[in-house]
């Protein structure tokens, strides 16, 4: 048995293998439901009807999709170029320490939501350039760099909330002050529980969507992420792409921390994020990492975990189902592309 | 001789690859103590063979013996054990082990607990005695020179008690020199009764060597005589099908200094690129012409000496964008790994080096009309089959690939051309196309600069030629100026010594 | 600086260093398989995680200490079988596979805890292997699963050097068509090495739980399997200096703990000495990057019969 590489993959090939792949994924959390000792489509019901089910549960998933667009974005900008950043977490927590530093009154009214989010996201690039230095200087490999980083900044974050940003209201919880409200996200409907942050996010998908397939940007990107060599040869400036990419990227993810903070929970805490920027990696794959894809992908994540919430409170199956689901589906999504390219054959 | 033991026989071999035939039922006999050429184009079937006599494909029909003994299809071993050893045209060495790790490798069961590491070493100096084949048993593979990794490639299949040697284009990396010395150690290793097939495209060491020779043409046996009773020009029109091309170029004619290198890299590199003149570049890969082709394509930056274009000094952030700009078209040598993005479609490469010019983008916008447009007229224009526009160039054949390079690189309206390799594993139709266009765009006033490691190639179509040998470059030599044994002691680096 | 003598002197803190450096050289070992034989295995991480609580759940059942660190080893292997097919044959992007592998092992963890035990608050004990108490009190307070890391150190630079075995992974790390030019099947062979190297790193996890501490935590590995691929890139892909490489950094570790409590703890955040260890990887990284002779063919898939 080999692989055999398929010059022009069919339509069908192109769109069947990953259809196949989030049947796969259904079919897996079906099986893992069972071996819960519960009824598996009661289960995969609880789950659509606890995401989607009511207006509540439907805002929950909206929101909770918000930080995974901008880090799903985040990663499938930065992959799209072949960099790993593994970092986003780090990226997302920066850009939330920036927001709590200018957004508890060191700045004036007006200025403060677009200068939190500028100086978050710049942050952000800034955190990832360490990496994407050390990888064209030195030759270090950013995914091992990025994740190391990612255990410095949260305990930086515990330091900073022990300490300097300690709220002193707080009661002994690490938490930080909390925002001024001219540094809040408004709701984007007055009594529905859900901010700007996500109509930002769509735009942010959309602007990324313009950038990769119109802009000289995002062809030096693609140029750079499907084969380096050939792009430094004709004379495509690799580092300088690397790095633009890197800062795009750093600060998409900073936006998320931005938007955790000032759209919904007001303060910085340890708990600020449940590995949106490990999740991010999962959405931006299931999305083929495009840019609107990353919204379908980030709502279809976000369902799943707001609904294994609510079926773990009704079924009894542990909450974590939700993450096997999905490790389950970013594997079944990455064979499925593979075999897009690649036939088996005999001999 | 006709007598004589059969020591491998493929009988019939078919291999189809979708649409293409890559061996269309191939009879082949090797008798023992014989030396057989396996003659062909690129693109002939010759590896398609190769790779299924050692298991590497299974042919769809057909059968291969191996000492009167069938050989199992799909098993690399089985080949191997038949004592049938393969010399590939890239070594398969690990460059980071030693001659003796590499010689070792797969010869002891892998369950055993201990490298005989003693016993190896002395059965390869008895080898290394035996067959006049020296090397050091304990150098890392990647610090040796290519002769000698050739050696420790033909010593690997003698320790692996090897009657049958099969060696894939084994002149290829080789000066004249190096060749003629490895024709004195096959004719020795066939004397000791071993059985020697060696596949090539070269009709010159055919003649020198074979007995016999089996041409391939489009995945079949075009013809098999008896060296002695045929001529390289009947050998010729078996391989290409009809009566060879031939017709000489005509002279260039010489204009100013385009492109001038003083003593670059320290080692005395001197190199005057003219206008209307095509000026090749002979030698042994891996003896600086990476290195020069870099310099001029803009990857790498002079360290010494200096490099005038037009008589200007390159500028100090010399780089492949700022040769583009200087009007270098470069061909680049491997058009799969640098010429091409493989993935983007044919108009995405067709603006690869000049995306960010006026006519193909607006501010940071690309025009894409304006850009599938160049790219549907670069198609008509040089010919390119096989998609449009809005086709993957990832599944161009080589020759088409090479053909969208090169309108890239002639739609710039170069003054100079590097051409590096330009015709390498391209079929006739394709390296007739290529090297008309070059010479066209020489006859229109561009400094051509020919890099290959086909003698033949340089000496057919330049009108100046230097070689190239560790790092040092000749003078220019006219056309006809030296002979084919003369550029080789050049290429060997014997002609610098005398004219220091 | 009197204070880093004083801990310097105590045998507690030598004890410290071998026990620390424990989990980091078995799975520092079994990285360095996988990447001699040419393919990353980012999966570390999840697979620590894995082994840690495989071993401790099986013990917790009432097997035997041993028959904890063996189911670690399967469970390990398992994860490694599923990133070597994944990886190997199919040839997909070693990173993301990696770290699907990550994820996958990590909430299969979770899940099987919370599956088990729905109910517990705090995490329940199990009775670790003890101290040996030979040799002294350094040697004496280690158990004998660190015995055992350094003897897994000891075969695999013996497989590795001297035996056929060794030969044919490392030229599969540096250039795989040598290998199946011999007729070596190196899928195999890269298949092997991500089970072998993958089951290492789930002792190294299993010794976290059935050694060093008597429970399983969520968090328990953070970020030691990073850590380790830190150690082998430090170690130059070589098995004695990355041994080297892991007690350093065990030293360091030990060392920052015992610091918090001195004068110069009462000067400087917690944090920062436990961010110490991540920092001191990405400076090893900086450092012996340039030096290092990475493996030719590391995450390079190798395609039979592709040019």
């Given amino acids: 048995m080999r692989l055999e590489p398929i010059a022009h993959p069919s339509l069908a090939r192109r769109a069947g293998l990953p259809a196949l792949a989030l049947l796969a994924t259904l079919l897996s959390a079906m099986a893992l439901a069972a071996l819960a000792g519960a009824n598996p489509l009661a289960v995969l019901g609880q789950i659509a009807v606890g995401a989607v089910g009511s207006k509540f549960a439907l805002l929950e998933t909206l929101n909770r999709a918000t930080p995974l667009i901008f880090t799903g974005l985040a990663a499938a900008v930065a992959f799209r170029a072949r960099l790993w950043n593994i970092g986003a977490e780090a990226q997302l927590y920066l850009g939330a320490i920036v927001t709590v530093l200018l957004g508890t009154g060191a700045l004036p009214g007006l200025l403060v939501l677009p200068v939190t989010a500028l100086v978050a996201a710049l942050a952000g690039g800034l955190l990832l350039l360490g990496p994407v230095l050390m990888k064209t200087k030195a030759g270090v490999d950013e995914v091992v760099t990025t994740l190391l980083i990612n255990f410095i900044l949260l305990l930086l974050v515990s330091y900073l909330l022990e300490g300097p940003m300690k709220d002193p209201m707080g009661m002994g919880w690490p938490k930080s002050t909390p925002l001024v409200t001219e540094a809040r996200l408004p709701r984007i409907v007055e009594g529905l529980r859900l901010h700007w942050g996500f109509a930002l996010a769509l735009l942010a998908a959309a602007a990324i969507w313009i950038i990769q397939t119109r802009t000289k940007l995002g062809y030096e990107i693609r140029a750079v992420g499907l084969n380096i060599h050939a792009a430094r040869f004709a004379g495509i400036p690799v580092n300088c792409v690397l790095v633009k990419t890197a800062l795009l990227s750093g600060g998409l993810a900073a936006l998320a921390g931005w938007s955790e903070v000032a759209g919904l929970k007001g303060h910085l805490s340890l708990d600020l994020s449940p590995g949106f920027g490990y999740t991010g990696i999962i959405v931006a794959m299931l999305a083929l990492l495009h840019p609107l894809g990353v919204v379908v992908s980030a709502l279809f994540v976000a369902g799943v975990f707001v609904g294994s919430d609510a079926m773990s409170r009704a079924a009894g199956v542990p909450t974590y189902i939700a993450d096997i689901v999905l490790a389950l589906a970013l594997l079944y999504m990455v064979l499925a592309l593979g075999l897009t390219r690649y036939r088996l054959v005999r001999g | ?500 | 600086m009197m204070e880093i003598f004083d801990i310097l002197l105590q045998a507690s803190f030598w004890a410290a260093v071998l026990r620390i450096a424990s989990p980091l050289i078995f799975a520092t070992m079994g990285e360095l398989i996988c990447e001699r034989a040419g393919v990353l295995n980012l999966g570390i991480e999840g697979i620590m995680v894995i082994g840690a609580f495989t071993g401790w759940i099986a013990v917790y059942a009432g097997l035997p200490l041993w028959w904890g660190v063996g189911a670690a080893l399967l469970a390990g292997m398992a994860f490694g079988l599923l990133h070597g097919v994944l990886v190997v044959p199919f040839g997909l992007s070693q990173h993301v596979v990696g770290l699907g592998i990550t994820l996958l092992a990590t909430a299969t963890a979770s899940f099987a805890y919370r599956l088990i035990l729905p109910e517990v608050t705090s995490p329940p004990k199990i009775e670790p292997f003890q101290p040996l108490g030979l040799f002294g009190p350094i040697l004496g307070a280690q158990t004998a699963l660190t015995y055992a890391a350094f003897g897994v150190v000891a075969v695999v630079a013996y497989v590795l050097y001297r035996t056929p075995l060794g030969l044919a992974l490392r030229a599969c790390g540096d250039n795989p068509a040598a290998v199946a030019a011999q007729g070596l099947s190196v899928t195999g062979l890269r298949l092997g090495a991500v089970m072998v190297g993958s089951g290492l790193m789930a002792v190294g996890g299993a010794f976290l739980t059935l050694s060093a501490f008597s429970s399983f935590f969520f968090e328990m590995v953070n970020g030691r399997g990073w850590i380790c691929i830190a150690l082998v890139v430090f170690g130059g892909w070589g098995p004695g200096k990355a041994l080297l490489g892991a007690m350093l950094f065990a030293g360091f570790d030990a060392l920052q703990v015992r610091l918090q409590q001195t004068g110069i703890g009462e000067i400087l955040p917690y944090q920062l000495f436990l961010a110490l260890p991540y920092i001191l990887s990405i400076l090893a990284l900086i450092l012996m990057s340039r030096r290092a002779q990475v493996p030719g063919a590391l995450m390079i898939p190798f395609r039979k019969g592709e040019r």
């Fill in chain 2, 1 to 500: 001789m006709q007598a004589q033991e059969v020591v491998l026989r493929l009988t019939g071999i078919t291999k189809r690859f979708g649409p293409v035939l890559a061996n269309d039922g191939i009879d082949l006999a090797l008798h023992r103590g014989e030396v057989v050429a396996l003659l062909g184009e690129n693109g002939a079937g010759k590896t398609t063979l190769m790779n299924i006599l050692f298991g590497q494909y299974r042919a769809d029909a057909g059968d291969t013996q191996a000492f009167g003994a069938a050989l199992p299809p799909g098993q690399p071993r089985a080949a191997l054990m038949a004592g049938i050893g393969m010399v590939h045209q890239h070594f398969t060495q690990c460059g980071a082990l030693t001659v003796l790790e590499n010689i070792m490798l797969g010869r002891e069961s892998l369950w055993q607990t201990r490298l005989g590491r003693a016993k190896a070493r002395a059965r390869l100096a008895q080898l290394m005695a035996d067959f006049g084949l020296t090397v050091d048993p304990d150098a890392r593979v990647g610090d040796l020179s290519v002769g000698e990794r050739q050696r420790v490639e033909i010593l690997k299949a003698l320790y692996g008690e090897a009657r049958v040697l099969i060696l894939d284009e084994p002149t290829a990396v080789l000066t004249p020199q190096e060749a003629e010395a490895l024709f004195v150690t096959l004719r020795r290793l066939v004397a000791q009764g071993l059985s020697v097939l060696f596949i090539s495209h070269k009709l010159g060491e055919v003649m020198a060597l074979a007995d016999r020779c089996v041409v391939l043409r489009h995945g079949r046996v075009a013809g098999a005589v008896r060296v002695a009773e045929t001529n390289p020009a009947a050998l010729a029109a078996m391989m290409v099908g009809g009566d060879l091309p031939g017709q000489a170029v005509p002279p260039g004619r010489p204009g100013v200094v385009l492109l001038s290198l003083r003593n670059v890299g320290g080692t005395g590199v001197d190199l005057d690129l003219r206008a209307g003149t095509i000026t090749g570049l002979a030698g042994v890969s891996g003896n600086g012409q990476a290195a020069l082709a870099d310099l001029i394509s803009g990857l790498a930056r002079p360290l010494a000496g200096q490099m005038t274009l037009g008589g200007q000094a390159v500028p100090a952030d010399w780089s492949p964008r700022r040769a583009v700009q200087a009007g270098v078209g470069r061909i680049p040598e491997d058009r799969h790994r640098q010429g091409v993005v493989g993935d983007f479609t044919l108009a995405e490469n067709a603006v690869l080096e000049r995306y960010g010019e006026a006519g193909f983008a607006r501010g940071p916008f690309l025009r894409r009309g304006a850009i599938r447009d160049f790219a549907a007229g670069l198609i008509g224009k040089y010919d390119v089959r096989g998609g449009g526009p809005e086709t993957a160039a990832r599944g161009l054949s080589g020759g088409n690939m090479q053909k969208v390079i090169l309108g890239r690189v002639l739609e710039a309206g170069p003054k100079i051309i590097l051409a590096n390799q330009p015709v390498r594993g391209l079929d006739v139709g394709a390296i007739a196309y290529v090297q008309s266009q070059l010479i066209a765009a020489r006859d229109q006033g561009a400094a051509v600069l020919l890099i290959s490691e086909d003698l033949n190639e340089v000496l057919d179509l330049s009108d100046v030629v230097h070689v190239i040998s560790k790092g040092r470059l000749s003078p220019g030599f006219a056309r006809g100026e030296k002979t084919v044994a003369e550029l080789g002691l050049w290429m060997a680096g014997e002609g610098f010594d005398h004219a220091a």
